[in-house]
Structure formats: C-alpha cells, structure tokens
C-alpha cells in the first residue's frame, strides 16, 4: 500500500459511521508475511465522534475505492485541529468483492 491521505469512514461494531480522513502507510514488509499497515483517522467533525474510550477497539476502515480493513486504536490525542486517532490495521486491506468471497 501506498502512502496516502483520503476521505473515508470508519465503522463501529454498533454501526456507528464516522466520516473523516485517513492517512495511510506501509510498514517495512516481515519475512513472508502481509505488510503491515498504519495510519492517522481525522475525524470530519472534529470532535472524534467515535468516543473517548476507543483506544484498543477495533473498528472496519472503509476507503472511497471500496476496500476494508480491520482496524486497531493504538491512541487518541485532542489538539486545536480536533482529534487524531492513531490506527494500526489488522488485516490486509480488501475490496468489497474480496469480503463477501470471504463470508
């Protein structure tokens, strides 16, 4: 993956949608495994409508492409420009078709 910064969504358990922007990277690759993925989520709104108490739980990022990953909080920092949730994806990011492949 790429690094890049896109509109997207993140996606609560409970259904909960979250509109923001997402800034992506690839980690260095591990010996015969997925590249692992990261990144900053900012929230549109500002305010983090995801909750104070989200470090640690795992959420789905949706991207504008289709694609979907799992998503694990490591932090959520408050500053003057809102709130900045910092991701660490579980999961090799799929399309939509790929996810229904799995089911």
Do not use: H
Not at 28 to 57: E, H, I
Request: with cysteine; glycine share 16%; aromatic share 4%.
């Amino acid at each position: 993956m790429p690094t890049y910064r896109t509109a997207s969504t993140l996606l609560s358990s409970d259904g909960t949608r979250t509109q923001g922007t997402a800034a992506l990277f690839s980690e260095p690759s591990r010996k015969g495994g997925n590249s692992p993925w990261a990144g900053d989520f900012r929230p549109a709104d500002g305010s983090g409508g995801v909750g104070k108490d989200v470090v640690g739980k795992t959420f789905t990022l949706e991207l504008p492409d289709g694609s979907t990953g799992k998503v694990v909080v490591l932090s959520r920092k408050s500053g003057k420009g809102g709130v900045t949730l910092a991701l660490m994806g579980e999961d090799e990011p799929r399309s939509d078709s790929e996810a229904a492949a799995c089911r």
